[in-house]
């Protein structure tokens, strides 16, 4: 089983993300809603992971964590299939909940934090859920009505994230507000859900700017932040050379690769493994065939099964790749 950077070092700020599976829902009415918090909160309480902001949506959720004692993964897998049990056992069904893998970005705290804490707490704003920052206010779905201190969660660090604001509580939510006023008008989702060049950097142009003064500079697609906070990151997961990756992580990471190369060449996943040979889909299996064996570490005969095709197949594509 390979070894490799892993990262979740305890104290790392994530953006966590994770949607009901084929966008179907992951709370049904508040009797989900209040045990979905419920167990986040126990778990959170228990392993030292202090929230700081979140918004359980109907399909999907966003929260913003750093990570205790054990790493972002126990905590979130513990999380996730504890509740994914409670669900199907409630509303009598069987099958997975959630689509895939959750997707963490690590955070750069100082140039980002801020801004998170207003894009996850105005979800149910933007998306409808609310009709204005006075329901948003009372609404207990999302941490922002902790912050406003109409609602307890005591496992929620209301006062950390009040601190980026103000001193007193007083000055700090109206500045806070303030904020979140501001930040209606702009579109961050696209800038806050991911990491690498691009979003690190404020944009296209500004990648575009700097590659004409002749700059380069060190991203991540996992990491959110400059290049010296990519590579304190990178270095400190380097050394975390004990530290192995869970198979059943990397299979679901080899998943979610699949369905972003069959995205990219705009086929399915059922299509590519139908074995078909026609078009762009021999290559897209090589390149796949390579990520999961030699990147995820996956055996020649999950790969194989996955992509829909033999393990004599996917052994002679790493020949050709080779």
Not at 115 to 138: E, F, M, R, T, W
């Amino acid at each position: 089983m390979p070894r490799g950077a892993r990262l979740d070092a305890p104290g790392t700020l994530h953006h966590v993300m994770f949607r009901g599976i084929e966008q179907g829902l992951v709370v049904r009415d508040d009797t989900d809603r209040q045990a979905f918090l419920d167990r986040m909160g126990k778990l959170a309480t228990a392993s030292g992971t202090s929230i700081y902001a979140f918004a359980l949506m109907s399909n999907h959720a966003h929260i913003l964590l750093k990570s205790g004692s054990n790493g972002l993964s126990t905590f979130m897998r513990r999380l996730l299939s504890g509740y994914a049990q409670y669900f199907n056992r409630r509303h009598k069904r069987v099958g997975h909940l959630f689509q895939n893998r959750y997707k963490s970005i690590i955070c750069e705290e100082e140039a980002y934090f801020d801004k998170l804490v207003a894009y996850i707490h105005l979800n149910p704003l933007k998306s409808g859920q609310v009709g204005s920052l006075d329901q948003l206010a009372i609404y207990p779905w999302s941490g922002h009505a902790v912050l406003m201190n109409n609602v307890s969660y005591e496992w929620m660090d209301r006062e950390y994230v009040l601190q980026f604001f103000g001193r007193k509580e007083g000055s700090a939510k109206r500045a806070y507000l303030a904020y979140l006023e501001e930040e209606m008008g702009i579109d961050r989702e696209e800038e806050l859900s991911g990491g690498g060049l691009i979003r690190s950097n404020g944009g296209w142009s500004k990648v575009l700017s700097m590659r004409k003064r002749g700059e380069r500079v060190m991203s991540d697609e996992r990491i959110l932040g400059g290049e010296e906070f990519v590579r304190g990151v990178l270095g400190e997961a380097e050394g975390r050379t004990d530290v192995v990756i869970p198979q059943h992580e990397r299979l679901d990471q080899f998943v979610e690769a699949i369905e972003k190369g069959c995205d990219v060449v705009g086929v399915s996943t059922a299509y590519l493994r139908t074995g078909s040979k026609r078009g762009v889909l021999p290559k897209l299996r090589r390149e796949l065939a390579r990520k999961g064996v030699e990147e995820f570490g996956i055996s020649l005969a999950e790969t194989a099964r996955q992509l829909g095709v033999t393990t004599n197949a996917v052994s002679y594509m790493l020949k050709q790749d080779g």
